[in-house]
C-alpha cells in the first residue's frame, strides 16, 4: 500500500502536458553565470604539496594534537585529482573527529562541494552531506543549489531528491532559488513514479511540505497539500511519533486535516490560487485506501497492509487510535471542499510537475541575481577571513620561534654557569 496510491496519482503527471517542449532544453535551470568557476578560482591562491600536507596532519594525530581548521582548508583547496578527493575524504572525517572540530570553515565546505564536482566526485559529495555528523558537512544554500542543479542536468531527479532531503533536515530553503530548485526537483521525481516505503513517504511528505510553506502560489499550496497527505498516511499507520522524530516537524496530530485546511484555505482565497488535480486525486485514492484498511482491521480478517507497515516497532496509541476514528469525518469533508474548489474554478488540470516546470521557467531567472551578489560578498569574506588566519598562524610561529630559542639561550647560559 506504501506505493500504490501515489502510484496511482502520479500516472497523470505523464499524461498532462502543459508545458513546450522548447522548455526540455533546460536553459532556465541555473544559468551559466551561476554555476561559473571564474570567481572562485580567482581566489588568492596557497599552493600546498598535498604528500606534505598530509604527513603533517598524520604526525599532528599521532601526537594526540589538534590540526588546524587552516590545514584542513588547505589540503580541500589544492586537490587536483579523483584519487585526492579519495584523500581528503579521509582527512575531512579526521578532522571532524578531532577537538577542532567545530572550525571546520564554511568555505572549505563550499570548496570540497566545488571539488568533488570538477573531479566527477559527486557521489562522495553526497555521502559526506548524508553522513554530515560525522563529516560536518553543512552547506549554505548557494552551495547546496550548484549540487541540485548538477544532477538535474543530468536528470538523476533521485539524486537530486536526496540533495533535497539534505536541505529540508537543515531547514536550508532560505533562498527563493533553493525552494524553486527543490520543488521542481521534487515534482519530476515524482513524475519517476518511484516505489516508496512508507518511511520513504514520510522523507517526501516533509520535504514537499517544507519547501511547500515557503511559496505562496499555486506550487506551494499544491505541495503543502501533498506534504501534509503523506506524513497523514505514515500518521494514520504508524502514529505520531514515527512523523515529527529527527524531523523539523510539528508534534501534534491532525496532518490530513492540515491537508483538508489548504484545501479550504485555497477555496476562500482570492485570486487565480488552485490545487493541481492529480494532488486531489491523490489525497482522495489516500483517504478510500486507509478508509478500507480501517474497516479491514475492524472486521478482524486478514492482516492488513497499515498493520504490516506497524510491524516495525511504531507504537499507536490512544490519540493516533482517536485520530484514526476521524477518516469518515475526513472523507466526507474531502468530498465537500472538493465540490467547491471545482465551483470555484479553483481546481488547476495540470500535473504537479508541469507546474513546478512553470515556476522554475518563470522564477529562477529573477532569484538567480540576488544569490550571485550575494555570493560574491561572501566570497570577499571569506578571503578576508583566511587572509586573517594565514597571519595569525604566521604569528604564532614566529612566538614560538622566538620562545625556542630563548630557552635554548637559558639553556646556554646555564650550562656556562
Not at 81 to 91: L, P, T
Request: hydrophobic fraction near 40%; aromatic fraction near 8%.
Amino acid at each position: 500500500m506504501a506505493a500504490s496510491v501515489l502510484q496511482r496519482c502520479l500516472t497523470a503527471a505523464v499524461k498532462v502536458k502543459c508545458i513546450s517542449p522548447a522548455l526540455s532544453a533546460r536553459r532556465w535551470l541555473l544559468s551559466a553565470a551561476y554555476t561559473d568557476t571564474k570567481l572562485w578560482a580567482a581566489r588568492e591562491k596557497d599552493p600546498q604539496n598535498l604528500a606534505l600536507l598530509a604527513n603533517f596532519m598524520d604526525r599532528t594525530y599521532d601526537r594526540k594534537l589538534p590540526v588546524s581548521s587552516l590545514t584542513i582548508s588547505r589540503f580541500v583547496d589544492n586537490i587536483s585529482s579523483r584519487e585526492e578527493v579519495d584523500q581528503a575524504e579521509y582527512y575531512l572525517y579526521k578532522f571532524r573527529h578531532s577537538p577542532n572540530c567545530w572550525y571546520l570553515r564554511d568555505w572549505t565546505v563550499h570548496s570540497w562541494i566545488r571539488q568533488c564536482l570538477k573531479y566527477g566526485a559527486r557521489d562522495k559529495a553526497l555521502h559526506t552531506l548524508k553522513n554530515k555528523v560525522q563529516y560536518g558537512m553543512f552547506p549554505d544554500d548557494f552551495t547546496f543549489n550548484l549540487l541540485i542543479d548538477s544532477y538535474i542536468k543530468n536528470e538523476d531527479f533521485k539524486g537530486a531528491y536526496s540533495v533535497v532531503e539534505e536541505v529540508m533536515l537543515q531547514e536550508a530553503f532560505d533562498l527563493p532559488s533553493t525552494q524553486i530548485l527543490s520543488l521542481y526537483t521534487l515534482g519530476n521525481y515524482l513524475a519517476t513514479k518511484p516505489q516508496l516505503t512508507v518511511a520513504e513517504e514520510r522523507m517526501l511528505g516533509a520535504s514537499l511540505l517544507i519547501a511547500g510553506l515557503k511559496q505562496d502560489n499555486t506550487v506551494g499550496l499544491t505541495a503543502q497539500l501533498l506534504g501534509n497527505a503523506l506524513l497523514g498516511k505514515v500518521e494514520m499507520l504508524k502514529g505520531i511519533h514515527a512523523v515529527f522524530r529527527g524531523m523539523p516537524l510539528i508534534w501534534s496530530h491532525g496532518y490530513l486535516g492540515r491537508a483538508l485546511a489548504v484545501m479550504e484555505r485555497v477555496a476562500a482565497a482570492p485570486g487565480d490560487v488552485k490545487l493541481s488535480k492529480d494532488t486531489l486525486d491523490y489525497l482522495n485514492g489516500l483517504l478510500q485506501d486507509l478508509s478500507s484498511a480501517s474497516d479491514s482491521d475492524s472486521s478482524g480478517g486478514e492482516e492488513s497492509a497499515g498493520e504490516e507497515d506497524r510491524k516495525d516497532g511504531d507504537t499507536v496509541d490512544e490519540e493516533d487510535q482517536a485520530e484514526q476514528a476521524k477518516l469518515p469525518h475526513y472523507a466526507s469533508r474531502f468530498k465537500e471542499l472538493s465540490s467547491q474548489l471545482e465551483s470555484h474554478g479553483k481546481v488547476d488540470a495540470a500535473s504537479f510537475q508541469a507546474l513546478v516546470s512553470a515556476l522554475a521557467q518563470q522564477g529562477l531567472a529573477a532569484a538567480e541575481e540576488p544569490d550571485l551578489q550575494q555570493y560574491q560578498s561572501k566570497v570577499r569574506d571569506w578571503e578576508a577571513e583566511n587572509r586573517q588566519l594565514i597571519q595569525r598562524e604566521k604569528e604564532m610561529r614566529e612566538r614560538a620561534e622566538q620562545e625556542k630559542q630563548q630557552r635554548l639561550a637559558a639553556k646556554a647560559a646555564a650550562q656556562q654557569a
